[in-house]
């Protein structure tokens, strides 16, 4: 299987560092770049660009709900005029940038709540569609992987748009083939070696293992990998060599 290795990027605000960008860019394929709606600025953006360009790395705009003081991490009530308004305004601040260096967004993945809330309501994940589809239907958008994939794409269709679908390494899924909760015991996989386990089961044999043991087929276009802290960073680059040698 050819997964690309996609991470959240860009994360910085002013004086304020988050994550280690520049080391992890040369190991990725993608990059989801925060637009200042949960965390970024226009110099941020600009850099992470830049970066991104010179690494030959995708770029995707990463939209969030305006929640910048909780990260974009908290559910917010907003009618589906408003999610399309402000997802068009981050991706056309991204958009504009890119152009400066030649470049483009080539997919839009929602951040946190509202990746979450675009999963588990389909106005919201209309609304998203919407935005993209009045913008530019050749940018894809980036869903979860789940066993409710065929449902996604239908509803895709109608707005003219495809999809690229996500799977989490670290990442306890269910039978059904959706994520364990957080709130729940073994949700988030902490042991690396379990974790590359994992990713080399699915590019050998395109499937991973639910909680209780049972196989899953799912649709992977790209891994999430995440980035903000040393042990991140050995992981991502043990990850890219494991993508790297499958594609040999």
Avoid: W
């Avoid at 965390?39 to 990463?62: F, L, N, Q, Y």
């Amino acid at each position: 299987m050819n997964i690309k290795l996609n991470c959240d990027m860009g994360e910085s605000f002013g004086i304020y560092t988050m994550g280690l960008d520049a080391q992890i860019m040369p190991h990725i394929d993608m990059a989801n770049l925060a637009c200042g709606f949960h965390a970024s600025d226009p110099v941020t953006m600009h850099r992470s660009i830049k970066s991104a360009v010179a690494h030959g790395v995708e770029i995707g705009v990463h939209p969030s709900y305006p929640d910048l003081v909780g990260f974009g991490r908290r559910n917010m009530l907003c009618s589906s005029e408003e999610i399309v308004s402000f997802v068009l305004y981050q991706l056309g601040a991204l958009q504009a940038l890119c152009q400066s260096y030649g470049t483009k967004v080539s997919y839009l993945k929602p951040h946190g709540a509202l990746y979450n809330a675009m999963m588990e309501d389909e106005q919201i994940f209309r609304a998203i569609a919407k935005a993209i589809a009045k913008y530019d239907i050749s940018i894809k958008l980036m869903i979860l992987s789940s066993s409710k994939n065929r449902y996604y794409k239908t509803l895709a269709k109608k707005y003219g748009i495809s999809l690229l679908y996500e799977l989490f390494a670290d990442r306890a899924y269910t039978d059904k083939g959706f994520l364990v909760s957080r709130q729940e015991k073994g949700a988030v996989i902490t042991d690396s070696k379990q974790v590359l386990k994992r990713m080399k089961r699915l590019l050998t044999k395109g499937s991973i293992k639910s909680i209780n043991g049972k196989k899953l087929k799912l649709k992977a276009d790209t891994l999430c990998v995440h980035g903000d802290n040393e042990s991140a960073l050995e992981l991502i680059e043990a990850l890219a060599k494991l993508r790297d040698d499958s594609r040999n």
